[in-house]
């Protein structure tokens, strides 16, 4: 019915370095080391939300599966896992990448390293094309809800649950609801990229649809220089 994040990260794949083939050897990092930081993580949100924590959460109850492997230009193979507190009901899942001995906390952190998984692909566009699709694969990496199903506006077309979904946002959208946009030209300043993801929470009671809006910035040269999002309520 809806795209996963590997797969939105796969059709992708035909303007970004991500559609390359992917590597034979793969490093793999350990789960256990993921699934401590996550956890720490956790009892780092209970504590600031005064939720109380569980005697003895760790790394024990945490899964870790990945989806997908990326080839970056800039320092090889990128390995994007999804981990998730799996005694904690509704409960917000993790996406993590790993370089290497090098972690980057990315969606459901507070502070998601976009632009340090950006520069790791090491893929500069030189279209507004290309930014739109590598802003979508950056959109997927921050999404707070896993990126289990992601729908964007392009996708009305796919299937008609897709259609459905949108159809149903935009019945309800407010009027002040920013629209995609895409702002500039490569080579003459910045490039500026607005779009709206809807992420399906499948932690939260009924599964609902979150709309979220991400913008981008790109300098002249391609690189991502700031980003932000905001997050909507949830499509009951």
Known sequence: MTMNGALRIAACAAVTVLGREPAT????????????????????????????NEAGFDARQVQVETLTTLRGHASGDVLVRRASAWTLEHWHPYIVAV??????????????????????????????????????????????????????????????????????????????WPADTI???FGQGTVAIRLTVLSEAHHVLGRPWQPITYGFEFDSNGRLVSWAMHEGEYLR
């Open 183 to 185: 702002a500039g030209v």
């Open 99 to 176: 370089v290497g001995q090098r972690t980057l906390r990315l969606g459901g952190f507070p502070a998601p390293e976009l632009r340090e998984a950006a520069e790791l692909l090491g893929e500069h566009p030189a279209s507004t094309g290309g930014a739109r699709k590598l802003s979508e694969v950056l959109a997927t990496l921050a999404d707070p809800n896993g990126a289990q199903d992601l729908l964007f506006q392009e996708d009305s077309a796919r299937t008609a649950a897709a259609r459905a979904i949108l159809a149903k946002w935009r019945n309800v959208q407010p009027t002040t």
């Open 25 to 52: 050897a793969v490093q793999v990092p350990d789960s256990t080391a993921i699934a401590s930081l996550v956890a720490a993580q956790v009892r780092a949100e209970h504590l600031v939300y005064g939720l109380p």
